[in-house]
């Protein structure tokens, strides 16, 4: 009889801990809002006005673009932001005399929205940093992972593809780790324009990758920069510019973390 009642007992507790949140292995996978940053994601609106002139006159145009980001690193004052290079760069035809002006409006996940300034960006890992004056409540910093993830691992997207986004709805992506193609990473993951810059994170909600491009022919193939060149840049530039910063406090040298009127 004893035997009985303690086998019962076992059964239920069992049934009760595979069924429930309750199990450590399970706690993440069961409430995606006990890892997943999505206080970390920010939108970016892009606004670059381009003006042509001629010896009697000027004509300018104003060209609009959108991408998503992270936080990376909060400061006293604002956030370090980090998304895609080809956000960032602005190309003009050799030859041509244009006047550029551009800018940076970013927004938390529940809208709330500052100006953001370009800091560095590299072409050829498409990675690009910015600073957000003022920013510092409604966002998360992103915890960068130690490692870069393994083939078949299971990962999680927050963007804006296709601008898709309001104050507090960012849609939430679920994918897979491919490997590595050429310089890439590769992923199995949804991404649309508006996508680009957007974090790459594992299931502890720690950044792996960020997208930078799709297939055009099937949108569910993503490109990443790797965890490895992308962390070395954010390790590298986030240091360089808090450096910059607190020397230019110190010495009253020209604010160029504020964005311009």
Same mark, same amino acid.
């Given at each position: 009889?004893?035997?009985?009642?303690?086998?019962?007992?076992?059964?239920?507790?069992?049934?009760?801990?595979?069924?429930?949140?309750?199990?450590?292995?399970?706690?993440?996978?069961?409430?995606?809002?006990?890892?997943?940053?999505?206080?970390?994601?920010?939108?970016?609106?892009?606004? +670059?006005?381009?003006?042509?002139?001629? /010896?009697?006159?000027?004509? *300018?145009?104003?060209?609009?673009? =959108? &991408?998503? @980001?992270?936080?990376?690193?909060?400061?006293?004052?604002?956030?370090?932001?980090?998304?895609?290079?080809?956000?960032?760069?602005?190309?003009?035809?050799?030859?041509?005399?244009?006047?550029?002006?551009?800018?940076?409006?970013?927004?938390?996940?529940?809208?709330?929205?500052?100006?953001?300034?370009?800091?560095?960006?590299?072409?050829?890992?498409?990675?690009?940093?910015?600073?957000?004056?003022?920013?510092?409540?409604?966002?998360?910093?992103?915890?960068?992972?130690?490692?870069?993830?393994?083939?078949?691992?299971?990962?999680?997207?927050?963007?804006?593809?296709?601008?898709?986004?309001?104050?507090?709805?960012?849609?939430? +992506?679920?994918?897979?780790?491919?490997? /590595?193609?050429?310089?890439? *990473?590769?992923?199995?993951?949804? =991404? &649309?324009? @508006?996508?680009?810059?957007?974090?790459?994170?594992?299931?502890?909600?720690?950044?792996?990758?960020?997208?930078?491009?799709?297939?055009?022919?099937?949108?569910?193939?993503?490109?990443?920069?790797?965890?490895?060149?992308?962390?070395?840049?954010?390790?590298?530039?986030?240091?360089?510019?808090?450096?910059?910063?607190?020397?230019?406090?110190?010495?009253?040298?020209?604010?160029?973390?504020?964005?311009?009127?």
């Amino acid at each position: 009889m004893f035997n009985k009642i303690t086998s019962l007992f076992l059964l239920i507790f069992l049934s009760l801990t595979i069924n429930s949140c309750a199990h450590t292995t399970l706690v993440r996978k069961c409430d995606l809002k006990t890892f997943l940053p999505r206080g970390s994601f920010i939108h970016l609106e892009k606004t +670059l006005k381009v003006t042509s002139c001629s /010896e009697t006159q000027c004509l *300018s145009m104003n060209y609009r673009s =959108a &991408a998503s @980001g992270f936080a990376v690193h909060l400061d006293n004052d604002g956030v370090f932001v980090v998304t895609a290079a080809h956000f960032c760069e602005n190309d003009v035809p050799a030859g041509v005399d244009l006047k550029l002006e551009e800018e940076y409006k970013a927004s938390t996940v529940n809208g709330k929205q500052h100006n953001g300034v370009l800091l560095h960006y590299e072409r050829d890992i498409d990675v690009c940093l910015l600073f957000v004056k003022d920013m510092t409540e409604d966002v998360t910093q992103l915890t960068i992972a130690e490692d870069k993830p393994q083939p078949g691992d299971k990962i999680y997207n927050v963007s804006a593809p296709a601008s898709i986004f309001v104050p507090g709805m960012v849609p939430i +992506l679920e994918g897979r780790y491919n490997g /590595e193609m050429g310089e890439n *990473s590769c992923y199995t993951l949804p =991404a &649309a324009p @508006g996508s680009s810059g957007s974090m790459i994170v594992n299931e502890d909600g720690e950044l792996v990758g960020m997208v930078h491009s799709v297939y055009m022919n099937f949108h569910v193939i993503t490109l990443s920069t790797s965890h490895e060149k992308l962390k070395a840049f954010i390790d590298k530039y986030v240091h360089k510019f808090v450096l910059y910063k607190t020397v230019m406090d110190d010495l009253n040298l020209e604010d160029i973390f504020t964005a311009k009127s």
